[in-house]
């Protein structure tokens, strides 16, 4: 069965960074487009990153410039790198995949940005 396993939240300072790292399994992960989304308290969920299987990327205006998202296909994995992390990012954040008109999401990492 598909599994997405989100790792490497924790507390940042302002202007601090960040590795978010998904560990998947259970499908051919090379060929699918992975996604980051984060959900901050009291707001809908929101895209953040997306890297396709041949590695295009894009972003969410509001981290442009700062996150960078890849992906090792050797290791079923996806990454968010994050930089000069704000206040306003914090959140949990979830990586996701829809296969075969199935939604998969992780069970989420804490990210919290506080001095």
């Known amino acids: 069965q598909v599994q997405l396993v989100e790792s490497g939240g924790g507390l940042a300072q302002p202007g601090g960074s960040l590795r978010l790292s998904c560990a998947t399994s259970?499908?051919?992960?090379?060929?699918?487009?992975m996604k980051w989304y984060r959900q901050a308290p009291g707001k809908e969920r929101e895209l953040v990153a997306t890297i396709t299987g041949t590695g295009s990327t894009g972003y969410a205006d509001f981290v442009k410039g700062r996150f960078s998202i890849s992906r090792d296909n050797a290791e079923n994995t996806v990454y968010l790198q994050m930089n000069s992390l704000k206040a306003e990012d914090t959140g949990v954040y979830y990586c996701?995949?829809?296969?075969?008109?199935?939604?998969?999401w992780g069970q989420g990492t804490q990210v919290t940005v506080s001095s």
């Open positions: 259970g499908f051919t992960f090379s060929v699918y487009d």
């Open positions: 996701y995949v829809r296969r075969i008109s199935v939604d998969y």
